[in-house]
């Protein structure tokens, strides 16, 4: 399995201005240190989800930087989709997110490797 060196994330929370969001950028411990990060309003396409990701700095290393192969950011891309309408479908689910989610070579798919899962006491029964 070849998987990119910098993990991505993907995380989605109910924000009190905006409403539902999505974010998505650099995973793992690399978020803290580079805050290289595309937050979207839900619900979102594919193609937002590409050109928001395009926006980062992230995106150089998803093309096939230093003779790395190329990352499969179309399935990142759909699974952001899948993420953010998962997330609008339930309302007791206050901030859900996946980090890291490796991206795997073009066409290879990702892997979810860990997630938390943050519910609302008022809206669970």
Known sequence: MVVHAVAERLSCLRNA?????????TGG???????????LALPVSEQQVLAAMRKLKLWTLFQG???KPAADVEALARAAMRFGDM?????????FEVNPVMVKKKSDGLAAVDALVTVDPDTSH
């Open 65 to 67: 930087f230093r003779g």
């Open 87 to 95: 997330f609008l479908a339930s309302p007791q689910v206050r901030e």
């Open 29 to 39: 411990v690399a978020i803290e240190l580079y805050r290289d990060v595309a937050y």
């Open 17 to 25: 201005d905006f409403g539902p969001v999505i974010s998505i950028g």
